[in-house]
């Protein structure tokens, strides 16, 4: 059913299908992954070299063909990215060049506001879009898919963030698709990851899951054991001695088992930051420092 509400008209016709590229040999979890994607915000979770932006381009490609004037935005968190990544979703689907564009900072304003309201594909920054978004020189309402890559880095105030809560505070009628090879160290980043960019559905694949298995290559992994120099040791050492105090009053005040920074790990540090108002005798001021020497 088509929402009577949005701000950019869909084609009844072409939205009634989608088109995948047979320029390359369609992946069972790729195509699956599309399919989710083109109907549901969804993020992308996929180890580096495995297509997380072919799927991008062809989610791209379609909302491209449904939203004859919409507009599609491809955020990448730096310029070397950007760029990156306008040769590949180019090199899968093949925007018409005289409908893309690749936004940078360093362009005056106007030539951008000139650039926003004639092209319908852009590739950017995610400064760039907040910048221009809070300075009127992009409508955000003509947007209609949001491509989100590292997305991992959506969190607390990052630009990512600052983009969705804009475009959301001006229309609701977008789709975004976030992409990551690592979403974040632990379940309370990764649900952060979710709740900022309004993400429904969580699409992911491990290299040693059956669909992606046969395309992955073998890794011939080597350990050297070096051992570590006179210098290195003394330095260690004096590191030692300048957290015993701390550690030490942490272990006093029951917050960690240990005051040897050898066997003292971030991650106690942080469970004790997280149970730190159970904890009435530990110092949080102690906990920051422990936290800061031990990284």
């Known amino acids: 059913e088509i929402c ?4 950019v008209a869909i084609d009844k016709e072409a939205c009634k299908s989608w088109i995948y590229p047979t320029n390359y040999a369609p992946r069972e979890y790729q195509v699956n992954m599309c399919k989710r994607a083109l109907l549901e915000n969804t993020l992308v979770c996929l180890p580096t070299g495995l297509g997380k932006t072919l799927i991008a381009a062809v989610c791209m490609y379609n909302y491209y063909r449904w939203f004859p004037q919409g507009q599609i935005l491809f955020m990448a968190p ?19 060049e005289n409908e893309t564009a ?4 360093s362009s005056n304003s106007e030539c951008r506001r000139k650039l926003w309201s004639s092209k319908r594909v852009f590739y950017a920054t995610p400064q760039t ?13 003509r947007i209609v898919l949001l491509v989100i890559d590292e997305a991992h880095k959506a969190l607390k105030k990052y630009a990512y963030c600052l983009v969705v809560h804009r475009i959301s505070q001006t229309q609701c009628h977008f789709r975004i698709l976030a992409l990551s090879a690592t ?13 900022n960019l309004r993400i429904a559905h969580v699409e992911v694949r ?9 395309y ?14 006179a210098a290195a040791r003394d330095l260690e050492a004096k590191m030692n001695e300048l957290c015993r105090p701390i550690l030490t009053r942490l272990e006093r005040a029951g917050a960690i088992r240990s005051n040897d920074a050898n066997k003292v790990k971030p991650y106690n540090i942080v469970t004790a930051m997280q149970q730190h108002a159970n904890l009435s005798h530990v110092s949080y001021v102690d906990l920051a420092l422990a936290q800061k020497l031990l990284i």
């Open 129 to 141: 879009v907040i910048n221009d978004l809070n300075s009127g020189v992009l409508n955000p309402n």
């Open 102 to 105: 690749e936004m940078s900072g």
């Open 4 to 7: 009577s509400h949005r701000t």
């Open 183 to 195: 979403p974040g160290r632990d379940t309370k980043s990764v649900q952060h990851v979710i709740n």
């Open 206 to 214: 491990t290299e040693d899951d059956p669909e992606v298995e046969k």
């Open 216 to 229: 992955t290559h073998a890794r011939l992994i080597e350990r050297v054991l070096c051992q570590a120099s």
């Open 78 to 96: 730096t310029r070397p990215l950007v760029a990156q990544q306008v040769k590949a979703c180019h090199d899968a689907v093949g925007f018409p």
